[in-house]
């Protein structure tokens, strides 16, 4: 589980539940679904990535990594969007978001590890085709950035995307064999089940579904996957695909 001990303790004394997210981001997307799903109510705390509103002392005293999202509940902090909609399926039970089934809840439990172990090269791949040049910082913003970051990995991506050269020919290519690989497998699984973990709507297809909307976004060939085609029309049919989705990412980054 994600809980961590903030720094900025202003958050402890936050009542119900906090979203800090970015409206263009897959993980926020994440979450977004999963309150819509629920029905729960929440308090919106949007930061701009475009201009760096989560690089501040004050939302590394909540995020140590700067990224978004973060859940409050409570005053509790979760982060890692994949242990936040867990966590928010356990304490909010009803409707439930993972099969019944003990052997389809470890499927949809593997799809959603997956997910987050390919998370660098999701971005990797958005970077590249989409928003790479507008993200990159200059200098002081580099500067200003190490102040705050500890994680070596975002520290290099960061670097790397902001330098001249912008983020290299092989960190792109071996990006796109995975993401390739991954969506063969969707593809092959969506084969056979309506959904990714089985016959019912799960966490899972919410973990994967942003995934998809981020990198069709920056023209990822989805062309070979059309049982993928199937699965996300199917997810877009969802209300909380409009409300989580749609009604949140940027109109210059969306494509149908």
Known sequence: ????????????????????????????????????????????HHLDLRTAENVTPEYFGIHPKGLVPTLVHDGIVIIESTDIIDYLDETFQHPPLRPADETEQQKM????????????????????????????????????YRELQRNEELLAFHAENSSAAGLSRERLAKSTEVLKACFARLDRELSEHKWLAGDSFSLADITWVPLYVTLNNAK???????NVFRWKDAVRERPSFQKAVLDWVPKDLIRD
């Open 1 to 44: 589980m994600g809980v961590v001990t903030p720094t900025n303790k202003d958050v402890e004394q936050l009542e119900g539940l906090h979203l800090y997210h970015g409206g263009q981001s897959n993980c926020s997307m994440r979450v977004r679904m999963t309150l819509e799903e629920k029905g729960l109510p929440w308090t919106s």
């Open 109 to 144: 439990l593997a799809w959603m590890r997956l997910a987050a172990d390919n998370h660098i090269h999701v971005k990797t791949y958005m970077f590249a085709h989409q928003i790479g040049k507008r993200m990159a910082k200059t200098e002081s913003q580099l500067a200003a």
């Open 220 to 226: 990822f060939p989805f062309d070979a996957y059309s």
